[in-house]
């Protein structure tokens, strides 16, 4: 093996999940799947094969950065949305190659139309409305100026869209606000129409609102971090469960990890009692200790949080790390296990046997989401695809 460490993605997980997300919409909206953060650090390139077979076909993504990396992966048919950052001099490269995205300034809208003449085809873009969030995007008192732009400057674009974003739909302590939100979007694309600015799709949610506020879903939707097998909060997790509670049902997780991370084990040694283990003096041994050296450090996203705190499975068994996470390795107490060897598989994230690791086991420990350590996963770290 030339790498010391791997990222598997479960194909069928990522099937089953958007089945699953498919499955909340009734109105059959046309399907985003958010890509960004290197498809929250699944790699933007493995995904989309992925992904296409599973039947997605529209993928977002926040920076012509990863729209260039997208446009490489993805099958003739297949479109791209920038939901984010795009300069004036990379406007070109994105109407020339068909890729949509978000218009939010008045600055960007000209350079657009600008940009379509010189081209001569049309800029396909979001128009994205400030609605309560307080990020980007116009406000209601912007709009009648943006909408008679538009409409004077017609054939510089295509309103593929109408759009905002929700500031928190995953939790409870957001819900005024969203619903807010929701009457504040759905006012302003009254006044668009009545100006006759009707896009292809109107679009506001995530994958917290597609869960918990029907009515976010309108004509096309973009799903995010549910793809990869996560809730997006908690409380979202414990509402599903509540749910299918009370229609007498077993409680069950409907989706799967698509991501599991794994390496091997590169060394065993034996340390008497009152040693202490790697740099420093954090784990002083109390009994004779087996240790296994596994190639991973937080070079490689592992983060030195874990030091004396992290655990990893090891021959269907948890084991510790002990001592501090260093660059390249660490070190696990391997005492438990029967013979380990150099070569054994070592799981970091995912599952070995009747056992798991997840991501957010990992991150309760380290006090950050499942988005910020997915985002984190280095792209250099090869990625797999398993059925
Ligand atoms: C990240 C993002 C999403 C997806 O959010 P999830 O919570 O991961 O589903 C949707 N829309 C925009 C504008 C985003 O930035």
Redesign the pocket.
Known sequence: MLHTTYIEISESALRNNISYMRDQMSNGARYSM?I?GNA?GHGIETIIPVAERCGIDHF?V?SVAEAQRAIQAISPGGEIMI??WIDHDQLAWAIENGISFYVFTFDRLTAACREARRLKKRARVHLELETGMHRTGFSEAELEKMLRYVNRYSSCFSIEGICT?YAGA?SINNYTRIKHQIKQFNLLVRKSAKAGIVPRYRHTA???AVLRYPETVMDLV?????NYGFW?SDELRMNHFIDVEKKGMNPFDPLDRVLSWKSTVMSVNYVPSGEYISYGKTYLTNRDTTIATVPVGYGYGYTRTLSNMGHVLLHGKRVRVIGSVNMNMLVIDATDVKRPKIGDEVVLIGSQGELNISVSSFGDMTNSLN?ELLARLPNHIPRKVVE
């Open positions: 958010v960004k929250y977002s926040f939901l984010g974003h995953e995530c994958s917290a973009r799903v995010g971090i549910a997006p988005y």
